[in-house]
C-alpha cells in the first residue's frame, strides 16, 4: 500500500492510498477511505471509467432502466463522484458535508464537474423548487451510519416533494437483508411518503452479516433486469415503526 494522504478533516479521518489488491482482485487501485476501513470510493487506475463497487452499478441500473431519458439529479453524498461522472450528461447537484471529500476527489481521482455544494444535504435540498428532480440519490454515511435526519418521515416527504411525479428516490444503506431493525423502519418510513418500495441486498454467507442494502420509493411502478444488478437480490422486508425527526 502506498499512502498518498491522511488528515483528520471537520467530518472524518480520511485516507487515500493506492494497493495492488482490493477485496481479493489484483491490479492497481486508488482508495478513498474513511475511519475503521469505511472504504467510500475506489477506482481502477488502469481502467477510470470503470465502476469498481456493485451498489453503484446496480443504482445506475434502476436510474436508467426507469427513465432512461432524466435529466435532473440531486445525489447527497459524493464519495469520489462514481455516479454523476459516469452519467457526465445529466444535470447532478451534489451536496457533500465534507469540502475536504470533494477536494481529494478532484485532486487524486480526476473528477472535473464543479456541481458540489458543501453542506448539509437535507438543509441544501430543503432550498430547492418543488417538483424539480427525476432522482434524488441518497448515498451519505458517517462513522455511525446514515444520519438519522436522512431517513425521517419528515425527509422522505421532503423528497417526494422535490420529485418529479414519476421520480424515484433511491438510498444506499449499510445492514442486515435478514430483519434488520434500521432497515426494517427505513423501508416502513418510505412507504408513508411512496406508493411503490422495492429493496435489494448483495448474497451474505451468514445472515448477520452486513452488507450494502438498496431502496428504491417512487409514485410509479419499479422495474429492473436481475442480470444488471451487479449481484444485488430483491428482498421481502419485516414491517417496521416509523421514523421521526428528534425534536
Known amino acids: 500500500m502506498q499512502l498518498l494522504f491522511k488528515e483528520i478533516s471537520d467530518n472524518h479521518e480520511i485516507t487515500v492510498y493506492d494497493t495492488n489488491e482490493l477485496y481479493g482482485e489484483k491490479g492497481n487501485f486508488r482508495v478513498l477511505q474513511f475511519l475503521n476501513e469505511a472504504i467510500q470510493g475506489a477506482m481502477d487506475l488502469d481502467h477510470p471509467e470503470r465502476v ?10 434502476l436510474m436508467d432502466f426507469n427513465d432512461s431519458s432524466f435529466k435532473d439529479v440531486f445525489l447527497i453524498g459524493h464519495g469520489i463522484g462514481t455516479i454523476a461522472s459516469y452519467f ?3 444535470r447532478f447537484k451534489v451536496a457533500e458535508l465534507d469540502k475536504k471529500v470533494v477536494e481529494l476527489s478532484k485532486q487524486y481521482f480526476g473528477y472535473s464537474k464543479d456541481n458540489v455544494l458543501i453542506g448539509d444535504g ?9 417538483d424539480t428532480y427525476d432522482f434524488i440519490i441518497l448515498d451519505a454515511f458517517t462513522e455511525k451510519g446514515t444520519p438519522s435526519q436522512l431517513i425521517s418521515k419528515e425527509f422522505f416527504q421532503l423528497t417526494s416533494d422535490k420529485l418529479h411525479s414519476y421520480g424515484s428516490v433511491i438510498m444506499n444503506l449499510i445492514g442486515r437483508s435478514d430483519n434488520d431493525n434500521l432497515i ?64
Open 184 to 247: 426494517n423502519a427505513i423501508h416502513s418510513t418510505l412507504q408513508e411518503s411512496y406508493n411503490y418500495t422495492k429493496t435489494f441486498s448483495l448474497p451474505v454467507e451468514g445472515v448477520h452479516d452486513i452488507q450494502n442494502v438498496i431502496i428504491i420509493g417512487s409514485h410509479q411502478p419499479i422495474h429492473y433486469e436481475a442480470r444488471y444488478m451487479a449481484g444485488f437480490n430483491e428482498i421481502n422486508l419485516n414491517e417496521g415503526h416509523i421514523i421521526w425527526d428528534k425534536i
Open 122 to 130: 437535507r438543509h441544501i435540498m430543503e432550498n430547492e423548487e418543488p
Open 88 to 90: 457526465s450528461d445529466k
Open 52 to 61: 469498481m463497487f456493485e451498489y453503484p452499478r446496480a443504482i445506475i441500473h
